[in-house]
DNA sequence: GCAACAATTGAGACAGTGTGTCAACAACAC
DNA sequence: GTGTTGTTGACACACTGTCTCAATTGTTGC
């Protein structure tokens, strides 16, 4: 990942190491904030701005995806370059991305309706993974 | 639109009274600061939290309707109640709604692919409108 | 019209998520 | 080892809200 990042013209340092420690391998998504507050107990002089820069550049090269959480919120995971959506768990967090994009069609023909010169979109799918829809919650339903 | 609020067992106040009218015939989208922004010119003593709130009630009764602007930041626009998503002009902010929601296939199949309970989902597009586009660019690409 | 009650308000503190600045530092090329 | 320049850490600031709480106001019943 370190290499990476080289490759792309960017130095190797200490707190970028730090930061790649701390998001490698993480199979959920997670937000800056908490890479901060995980750093901030291993590498109190850690700042916080340098964790959202670096979060940034590993989302530039592809290292990790930036998304919506369902309350609005960014939160990065690792992998998933390339034009994906997600499929997030409003529960646990966790993420499936897809990369079936059925907003094609769509764009064709808004494009051709209303005249816009389409750039993007947004597409974010939320609801609940199999392992949280099966545990019973943690306050019974009365 | 006070009506409304009234049917929903809100009171109608003065400072409701302002925020309806500062929303009501307003085509394009516009953000809570925006709102508080104006009304400071003509009411000044109405205090931000009830802008926030009155906004947040009419979007309550689908006076109002909420979405995310291109850069994530959440805007609203009057009317367009039920499942809407919008084409929002990156330039101007002029927000086109549209009905037809090509989304449904895929969130049956990635309910049986993935056994996630699909709860909803977030789809907005961007691009720039027909007179947006027309227009020369204040500075001239060199 | 008036009083009582409860909803609503305004002010301001606080939170979360960033961005911008700047002097000090450190990685890298030589 | 040195010089250059990208990077860092600290901190201020911005934006978008939310929360609290005493004061105010709309509404209802008389």
């Not at 130095?11 to 997670?30: C, E, H, K, L, S």
């Not at 901030?40 to 940034?56: H, I, N, Q, W």
């Not at 939160?75 to 994906?84: F, L, S």
């Given at each position: ?16 190491r730090a ?42 090269v ?81």
């Amino acid at each position: 990942m370190a290499e990476l990042l080289a490759g792309h013209g960017y130095r190797i340092t200490g707190p970028r190491r730090a930061v790649i420690d701390a998001v490698v391998g993480r199979a959920r998504p997670f937000t800056a904030e908490q890479i901060v507050a995980e750093l901030k107990r291993v590498a109190p002089e850690l700042g916080r701005a340098t964790v959202y820069r670096t979060l940034e550049i590993l989302a530039s090269v592809d290292v990790l995806s930036r998304f919506l959480r369902a309350d609005g919120h960014p939160a990065y995971i690792v992998g998933v370059p390339g034009h994906r959506h997600h499929l997030v768990c409003s529960d646990c967090g966790t993420v499936v991305a897809f990369t079936r994009c059925p907003v094609d069609d769509l764009v064709r023909d808004l494009s051709r309706d209303t005249d816009f010169a389409i750039q993007g979109h947004l597409l974010e799918v939320f609801g609940v993974c199999p392992e949280c829809r099966d545990e019973p919650p943690a306050i019974a339903p009365s």
